[in-house]
């Protein structure tokens, strides 16, 4: 049984940083695409970043250059480091997984849809 479990929202002040987790059971990280999403009050779930297992990334505009990801294989986990957050940046968090015999094309990383597995999310906000 697969298992994601996310961890490090909190509360923090505008500018400041946060380091997101996703640890994974029943599934090894570096197997397939794996994705951060994040849903802002009154929007629709949108990609944020992700890592596939030739360790390519992809970081959507919105947050380039301030976020990134990464994964410790030994640990299991994957991580979204945030910097220069932004009160646009609240939203709740969420860790995907990808089917490990299905391979995310790269212009499809960001669709929801391409993911099988998803954590039950993990809250950030950010005041200025």
């Not at 490090?8 to 997101?20: H, K, Y």
């Not at 960001?110 to 993911?115: C, I, N």
Request: proline content about 2%.
């Amino acid at each position: 049984q697969v298992q994601l479990v996310e961890s490090g929202g909190e509360s923090v002040q505008s500018g400041g940083s946060l380091r997101l987790s996703c640890a994974a059971s029943g599934y090894t990280v570096s197997y397939s695409c794996m994705a951060w999403f994040r849903q802002r009050p009154g929007k629709e779930r949108e990609g944020v970043a992700a890592i596939d297992s030739d360790s390519s990334i992809t970081t959507a505009d919105s947050v380039k250059g301030r976020f990134t990801v990464s994964q410790d294989n030994a640990k299991n986990t994957l991580y979204l480091h945030m910097n220069s957050l932004k009160p646009e940046d609240t939203a709740m968090y969420y860790c995907a997984a990808a089917d490990r015999n299905v391979k995310v094309k790269w212009w499809s990383r960001y669709f929801p849809s391409a993911y099988k597995y998803w954590g039950q999310g993990t809250q950030v906000t950010v005041s200025s």
